[in-house]
């Protein structure tokens, strides 16, 4: 890459994409730069940084409203909200451990522009139905502004979720206006050990139908388990099965009874307080279990009572182990590395069951020669270029970095 360009203020982005845009020059769009192993690679010359667009613009914590420009880390976020009992209610996943890089290194621009969604989105939804606002430049170089401090969209066009998760190659981002909720008053997790996969998941989807309100619902194969910092379930090399509940301390002591008795039929449970409970989904939203080796690393959603049989599916052709997310629903698929990522026969499997997968860790060699997200039907290939069309008719923001010749 020859260069990277650095604005600091919208006039200014508009300006440099609207010369890129007259020139027919492609460019490389990062923010802090932890996801940019995520994707095929991006054929640009040139790179344009987003890092500076940094700071809260606006904070209502009355309104349950925060607004941040694109560049802010998604740590100073979670601090100023924290600081006034409240949090991001999605939970975003942060790649960088799994990707190589630390921990809370990512830009909120760039949780939005993934639609990095974690553990609690079973229970609130994923990152872009928390997002009201974008302000942002288009392929062309023109600055525009979509949706506000409400979910309705009085334009009837909604720009903000389709930006959201388009990895920016749409649009590139320079404010964002955000819903957020108080902080829970308490936690507890739920925590069952050594049981098989399809005994876990069928546990964690019975909690997370019943009426009480589960906000987390994960299994760990014992091989993941066993990479835990928090010992006393580390020590235990079983399989680790969590399900957590917040709220209101009241609530949580009614709830905690009656879903032991729910699940009393699945062994002895051991509970998680409020600041264990913190320590263990740190590390399953973190992806801290999960951590940068030579292995490849997928991404596979799925109905979650499929999620076992799908994993078995996948074990017939490759050595696999697996975190489940979301009751069972999310895949997080380790398998050795190999030229074409296991992506073949992943993608029958996945096809077969339903479901799509995402290549999440690999070499650039490796995303450069297979499909890195879910191949897109005709229909939905078409309507993809349509849009894509429309934000960015020269092609030149992250070209090729979600499909080949998009």
């Known amino acids: 890459m020859d260069g990277i360009l650095r604005p600091a203020a919208d006039w200014e ?11 027919n020059t492609p460019v490389e769009v990062v923010g802090s730069g932890t996801k940019r192993s ?37 740590a100073i976020v979670e601090e100023e909200l924290a600081r006034r009992g409240q949090m991001l209610a999605f939970e975003p996943v942060d790649y960088g451990p799994a990707l190589g890089t630390k921990a809370g290194e990512a830009t909120i621009g760039a949780v939005f522009a993934t639609n990095a969604s974690g553990p609690r989105r079973i229970s609130v939804g994923s990152a872009r139905d928390h997002l009201l606002g974008v302000r942002g430049v288009n392929g062309r170089g023109e600055t525009f502004k979509s949706g506000g401090r409400v979910m309705k969209n009085v334009t009837g066009v909604d720009l903000v979720r ?8 749409l649009a590139v981002m320079t404010e964002v206006t955000f ?8 936690a507890l997790t739920l925590v069952f050990f050594g049981l098989p996969d399809d005994i876990a ?25 066993a990479r835990l910092q928090y010992e006393a379930l580390r020590q235990q090399g079983k399989s680790v099965t969590a399900i957590r509940i917040e709220n209101f301390t009241s609530s949580i002591n009614y709830r905690r009874g009656r879903l032991k008795e729910l699940l009393e039929a699945y062994g002895r449970c051991h509970e998680l307080g409020r600041e ?4 263990f989904w740190g590390e399953i939203t973190t ?15 799925t109905a979650p009572r499929l999620g076992p049989q799908l994993f078995r599916a996948i074990s017939r052709y490759m050595p696999a182990q697996a975190l489940y997310d979301w009751s069972g629903g999310l895949i997080w698929l380790e398998v050795p590395a190999t030229a074409d990522a296991g992506a073949s026969d992943i993608r029958r499997v996945v ?3 339903g479901g799509h997968a995402t290549l999440i860790r690999a070499d650039a060699a490796v995303r450069a020669a297979v499909d890195v997200f879910q191949p897109l039907s005709p229909g939905v290939e078409r309507l993809t270029r349509g849009i894509k069309a429309a934000f960015d008719p020269a092609g030149i923001l992250n070209p090729g970095r979600m499909y080949a010749g998009l």
């Open 287 to 301: 992806l801290s279990v999960m951590p940068a080796n030579p292995s490849l690393l997928w991404r596979i959603s």
């Open 351 to 353: 096809a077969a069951h």
């Open 38 to 74: 995520i994707g095929r690679p991006v054929q640009a010359a040139t790179g344009l940084s987003t890092a500076a667009f940094r700071g809260i613009t606006l904070y209502e914590p009355t309104e349950l409203v925060m607004s941040a420009r694109a560049g802010t880390p998604l």
């Open 201 to 225: 998941v069928e546990l964690l989807t019975a909690a997370v139908g019943a009426p009480y309100e589960v906000s987390g619902a994960a299994h760990l194969q014992a091989p993941i388990a």
């Open 179 to 186: 819903k957020v909720v108080p902080l829970p008053q308490d």
């Open 13 to 23: 982005l508009a300006m440099m994409v609207g010369d890129l845009h007259e020139r």
């Open 276 to 279: 264990n409970s913190a320590s």
């Open 162 to 169: 389709g930006v959201a998760g388009s990895w920016g190659t």
